[in-house]
Structure formats: C-alpha cells, structure tokens
C-alpha cells in the first residue's frame, strides 16, 4: 500500500507520515524543503520525497505524484502568520484537492483511492443538519469574511461533498474535522462523532494532533473503520470530555 501525504511538515503531517511508515506502508510526500521533516522520518527506506509546491506542479505531474497510491492525505493548511493568513495562495487546500481529485480520476484505478482530508470543527457538514446558534453563526460568518483560511476550508470540503459525492467510483472520501488541536507525545484514547457535541466556538474541546494522526491512518489501513466513516465528516475529541 502506497500513500501520498500532502502537508507532510506540518505539525500534524508529520505525525501522520511517521504512523503510517510505523505501520509498514510506503509513504510519498510532496515538500519544498526536505530538513523540514525529522531526521528519522527523512531518513525511512520507505519514504520517498518529491520536492516542490504542490500547487506548482504541472497537470501531468501531479498525476504521476498520485500514480499507483491507493490513498491520498492533504493535511495542508495556512501558517498563523499575517503572510500565512492572508497571503497566497489563499485557496490551497481547495485548489490542491480539486487537483489530487482530478489526478486521481485520471488515472482511475480498478479500486477507489481513498481521500481523507484533514478539516476544522469551525466548518459544518451541510449534509446534515447541525444545529448552529445564532450567535455561532455570526462568528463563523466574521470568520469567513475575515479570514480567508475558513472559507478556504469550507469549500474544500464542499468540493468533495457536492462535486465528487458519495457515488464516484474513483474517489472515496472523508473529512477529519478537529476541535481545538493540542500537541500530545502519544496517542491517548478518543471519541467519534457525527456532528460537533459541544460548540467550537464557544465551549470548544480539544484534539491532540496524535490522536488525529492514528485516526486517519486507521482510515487508510482498517477497511471497517473507512466503511464506518467513508462520505462522511466525523468530528474527533479527546475522550471524557464533558460538554
């Protein structure tokens, strides 16, 4: 099994590329500078590197990045810097899955390649109705109109819920949705939802990127977990979390 991960160096990347190399699967990252990944994860026979933007590559390369992965991971996001936030490109998690989608559907394999994107709690699943209060509502709305990073993580899980949908047989999907990220040394028990239990925005909880990490590389290695949460959003808490 051969996996692309997208969003390698981040702070929750690279916890996911080495869970899944623990777990004995190849891993290709696409990376603008290889030191910015740990020396043990760089250093995996297992791992292979492409070193450039993502959103820089060309049509036909990025069908190749994704030629012979039996899933995809985008764990991009924006750096919380003022050029992060508000600079170009200010559509990189949609442009970039739109374009590992498309990839993907060129090279049409026999079996579905799975696409597990990792979202935000802060977005709604308007597949089903989650109730939003008004004061939520507001927030969200300031949020989006102010910072171009939730719109931008909005429509990328739109494009995989109204464009691709539940039925393309290319394409099989899940959005990870965290509330409030934590850093943890380890992997800690968590719960599964739906929906949001609680309010992000006014009574958030908290997911430590390690327990995100292991539930997307259950996603990719446990085929009941995909079935369970496949065409889905699934919110993660860190376990016994009162509302």
């Not at 450039?52 to 991971?73: I, K, P, R, W, Y």
């Not at 799975?114 to 989650?130: K, P």
């Not at 992000?200 to 908290?206: A, M, R, S, T």
Request: proline fraction near 5%; glycine fraction near 6%.
């Amino acid at each position: 099994m051969s996996v692309l991960v997208l969003g390698a160096t981040g702070a929750t990347g690279r916890l996911l590329v080495r869970e899944l190399l623990g777990r004995g699967l190849s891993v290709r990252v696409i990376v603008r500078a290889l030191d910015s990944l740990p020396e043990d994860v760089r250093n995996h026979s297992h791992l292979s590197v492409v070193r450039a933007s993502v959103l820089a590559l060309s049509d036909a390369e990025m069908v190749q990045n994704v030629h012979g992965c039996t899933a995809v991971v985008s764990c991009l996001g924006h750096n919380l810097t003022l050029k992060g936030l508000f600079g170009p490109p200010r559509r990189l998690v949609t442009d970039a899955t739109r374009r590992l989608c498309d990839a993907v559907q060129t090279n049409r394999k026999e079996q579905p390649v799975r696409f597990v994107l990792m979202n935000t709690v802060a977005n709604s699943n308007r597949d089903l109705d989650e109730p939003v209060s008004v004061g939520e509502r507001c927030v969200i709305g300031l949020l989006r109109l102010l910072l171009p990073p939730q719109a931008d993580n909005e429509k990328a899980a739109d494009y995989l819920r109204t464009t691709i949908g539940r039925e393309n047989p290319a394409i099989e999907w899940v959005a990870v949705r965290p509330d409030t990220l934590t850093d943890e040394d380890t992997v800690t028990a968590y719960d599964l939802y739906p929906s949001p239990i609680r309010s992000g925005i006014f009574n958030p909880g908290k997911t430590s990127r390690s327990n995100v990490a292991h539930f997307m590389a259950e996603l990719i290695t446990n085929d009941e977990t995909w079935n369970e949460w496949k065409g889905q959003m699934p919110v993660i808490y860190n376990k016994a979390q009162s509302r």
